[in-house]
């Protein structure tokens, strides 16, 4: 067992770099220093333009590189192999990966191949007396458990990158070894075949810099019509809490929460939103909060930065218009 904890990724993001990847590689490097283990990033596939910098910013010793015909579109069992390939040449001590959805079916799969303990939804990782803690979020975020990984020399780990921050550590960066790994794909055929990708055009609630989101507060379904004004005349996006959209008066793209979309705008407006963890698990990390409530002691007003108590449907118009008068 090498003394690595390896931060593995294999799909570019939207703006190149793999989603997550370096709020991953946040938390290894935390790790990594804590316990004296090397950082390494394995890229299996086609690497992002910016991945030496990136991995010379984090502090990563070696950039791995799997490439492969077969890896630059992604295929569950190809990937599986690759990396359970590169976990018998190297032996981390620890595999994390950003939770994405397609890091779901890889790593329990991976897992079992390598013989390896695996833990998803991890928030943090800590290493205490050579034993490796992993925090999650568990029964909708409400919970946090702490996992404590014995019984396998090497884990899994599916980090909740979502959640977290993407902090570079300070001083200069340095480096990285570039590190090809050789693998063998050619025997592995995929046994799953995508029959229909759904491709979404137009902006995403994830990457708005101003949301308002609408809550069951807003008592009926044609007063949404008040939130889109809002966010219409602050030229962003609107939103809303899960029951607007369990009730069918949004559609389900709109949803910010734990089963909805993780956002991170400099300002979010929530209206007629209790603050309920699953729901302030999509928007906690907004820059500003400013919640509109009648009630005063509301768990909403504990994330906000400034609080409206009142009726968010005699509120809502008076601030749009004061945006028109100010503009
Ligand atoms: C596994 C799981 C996953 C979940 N995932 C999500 C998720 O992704 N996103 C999500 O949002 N929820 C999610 N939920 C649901 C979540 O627990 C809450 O039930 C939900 O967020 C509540 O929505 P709400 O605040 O709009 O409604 P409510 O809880 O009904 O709160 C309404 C609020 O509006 C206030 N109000 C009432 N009238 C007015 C008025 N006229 N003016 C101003 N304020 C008023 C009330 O004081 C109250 O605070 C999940 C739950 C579970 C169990």
Known sequence: ????????????????????????????????????????????????????????????????????????????????????QYSTQHAPKLMLMPQTFNARLVAPRLAARAGAGVVMNALKLDIEGGAVKVTTSAYG???????EITGAESCVVGVLADLLLAEAPEGGASA???????????AITERVRVVKKAHFEGPRLEEA????AGGMGLGQKDNYR????????????????????DNGWVDSSRQVGLTGKITRPTLYIAAGISGASQHM???AAAKTIVAINKDPDAAIFRYARYGIVGDCVVVL??????VKGAA
């Open 209 to 212: 810099q101003v949301i308002v």
């Open 176 to 186: 990285p070894a570039v590190r090809p790994v050789p693998v063998d794909l050619s």
């Open 141 to 147: 975020g409400d919970t946090r458990v702490v996992y």
């Open 317 to 322: 118009p008076e601030l749009t218009r004061a």
């Open 1 to 84: 067992m090498s003394n690595s904890v390896v931060v593995c990724t294999w799909e570019p993001g939207r703006a190149g770099v793999p989603a997550g990847a370096e709020e991953t590689l946040t938390v290894a490097r935390k790790l990594a220093t804590a316990a004296g283990l090397e950082l390494n990033w394995l890229i299996a596939g086609p690497a992002p333009e910016r991945a030496l910098e990136i991995a010379g910013k984090y502090g990563v010793a070696h950039l791995d590189r799997i490439e492969d015909a077969k890896l630059s579109d992604f295929q569950a069992d190809v990937c599986v192999d690759a990396l359970a």
């Open 226 to 245: 008040l939130i889109e004004d809002l966010a219409q005349t602050l030229g962003g996006m609107a939103a809303a809490s899960r029951p607007l959209v």
């Open 281 to 283: 698990a999509g928007c």
